[in-house]
């Protein structure tokens, strides 16, 4: 592999600034790998993929450092590459220890993905249908599509006969309890809500591929947004939470949810402690809490909205990036970069975006429809025989705090006066964390406090845990942290349903469509 290790230095330098540095922390990843059944392509992909990782995380101390070098000697950039290479380790541990942590998490979550596999391939097989009788083979990966944790991350997994998976290292027993109560809703009101196939491993899973498909007619864009209205009902009554616009994907007359972790949720026991809803004014029981549809009245950014917002297609923002890299002259300097907003999350007609403001009345009609029927159905739903019953002890996440608030401070840490000692770098992250429990009764949460630090420090983004039936967090089963868990919380939701309710939740639809005009 010596050879194509060369050639992807050689031709992408401009994608991986202090490459030649980082190759030595790729060098087990690149053995390990050739061991196993995939190609000399996709190998040379995922090397790829662990480089970039790598140099998005060492940029800016290795920035600093060739600073440094260029204002004390004089040298080629070979001879800092060199220099660097022997003192890296003892100069900057934090970084060292970063770098290794990274490779060796990426190693194990490409080999587990392989391992599991070929043990699972005729369940698999059976589930997806597959042809057994051909030599099915992973032939390519595509890793990061999920927030990461311990190097695991969702992925997409295409294998040669051109089946697509989505490969999750984490339980998704929601995810089927999820498509349950989806069939309940589809039979309830005679329609076809899109449900996703799913292979549950227990700390692992496979699901369907759900592509993103353009409308073929305005037919299909008002069934689409008719059912976009019975999603936003589903949600209000689950609880459900993070449904921003990199979790929905538009496939036809579909739109499809395709993360299910925070589809349920419990309540916080103390009222006092202000969560992330009340500190950007959502209200509690409302349509805004899913994330599908946002307001201006809110601290949540428009762009967030999983259902889009016309208005913000694309963002500009200001970065720091690496010009001539890979050389002397090589510097980071501001420039503006542009990010897509609007993903695979609106539905395409004939090239073009169409969004919700255009089908308004489908989609009144598609959540006015399904909240009559929860209404109808109230007795059922708290019944010893709810669809509710299909969540119960399920595995969920709690949000605590966004993931993007999290990837902000790990990237605001990547700074060489962080990176040069251990206590340093704690210190600093115990003090932008901190900050949230300096207000208010937090005492009894500083757990919660105590895992983020435990789990940034492992450079993961942290994730609670519970069971939907708990009222505690697996981090800390001593302490009552809610007061209703999942199933009670969508309960108390149906018992609280009215006509005055569904009208207010309406007028918070009709201000959303009036604002992506």
Not at 52 to 76: C, D, H, P, R
Not at 212 to 232: C, N, T, V
Not at 285 to 292: G, H, Q
Not at 420 to 434: A, D, G, N, P, V
Request: glycine fraction near 4%; proline fraction near 3%; aromatic fraction near 12%.
């Amino acid at each position: 592999m010596e050879n194509s290790t060369e050639y992807l230095v050689r031709n992408e330098p401009d994608k991986i600034p202090f490459v030649d540095i980082l190759l030595s922390y790729a060098e087990r990843f690149l053995y390990d790998l050739e061991q196993i059944n995939a190609s000399n392509e996709l190998i040379d992909k995922l090397h790829l993929t662990l480089l970039q990782e790598l140099s998005l995380v060492a940029e800016i101390t290795l920035q600093e450092e060739l600073a440094y070098f260029k204002g004390n000697e004089t040298g080629t950039y070979q001879e800092f590459v060199e220099t660097t290479n022997l003192v890296l380790a003892v100069k900057y541990p934090v970084l060292d220890n970063i770098l290794k942590t990274i490779a060796n998490n990426y190693l194990k979550h490409i080999q587990n993905i392989f391992s599991n596999f070929s043990k699972d391939f005729y369940v698999i097989a059976e589930v997806f249908s597959l042809e057994t009788n051909k030599n099915i083979i992973i032939e390519d990966i595509d890793t990061g599509l999920g927030d990461g944790h311990r190097g695991e991350s969702t992925a997409l997994i295409t294998l040669a006969d051109g089946t697509k998976l989505i490969y999750k290292p984490r339980n998704i027993d929601v995810a089927i309890s999820y498509n349950q109560f989806i069939d309940w809703v589809n039979r309830k009101l005679t329609t076809d809500l899109k449900t996703i196939k799913c292979l549950n491993c227990g700390s692992y899973g496979w699901l369907e591929f759900i592509p993103y498909r353009a409308a073929k007619s305005p037919d299909e864009l008002q069934e689409y947004y008719y059912k976009a209205g019975i999603l936003l009902a589903v949600t209000l009554l689950l609880g459900s939470k993070d449904c921003h616009y990199e979790n929905i994907i538009a496939s036809g007359s579909n739109p499809v949810i395709v993360d299910h972790e925070t589809i349920i949720q419990p309540v916080l026991s103390n009222q006092s402690i202000r969560t992330w809803d009340d500190q950007h004014n959502v209200p509690h029981f409302s349509v805004l809490e899913s994330m599908l549809i946002v307001s201006r009245h809110t601290g949540i950014p428009l762009a967030y909205a999983g259902y889009g917002s016309k208005g913000n297609v694309e963002a500009m923002d200001l970065a720091k990036k690496v010009i001539d890299p890979n050389t002397i002259d090589s510097r980071r300097n501001t420039r503006f970069v542009f990010r897509k907003l609007v993903k695979d999350n609106v539905p395409l007609y004939k090239d073009t975006h169409v969004f919700a403001n255009a089908y308004k009345n489908s989609f009144i009609a598609g959540f006015s429809a399904t909240y009559d029927v929860f209404m109808d159905s109230r007795e059922e739903l708290i019944s010893c025989n709810s669809p509710i019953q299909f969540f119960d002890n399920r595995k969920i996440r709690y949000v605590w705090r966004p993931s993007f608030v999290y990837f902000s401070i790990l990237k605001y840490m990547r700074s060489a006066s962080f990176m040069s000692s251990f206590e340093t770098y704690r210190s600093k992250l115990y003090e932008l964390m901190s900050k949230a429990y300096q207000k208010g009764n937090f005492s009894d949460y500083k757990f919660i406090l105590k895992c983020e630090m435990e789990q940034l420090l492992a450079g993961n983004i942290p994730l609670f845990n519970l069971d939907s039936l708990a009222c505690h967090l697996e981090e800390d089963k001593s302490f009552k942290i809610f007061r209703y868990h999942c199933i009670e919380n969508i309960k108390r939701r149906v018992r609280s349903l009215s006509i005055h309710h569904k009208n207010e939740q309406i007028e918070h639809i009709t201000k959303w469509l009036t604002t992506i005009r």
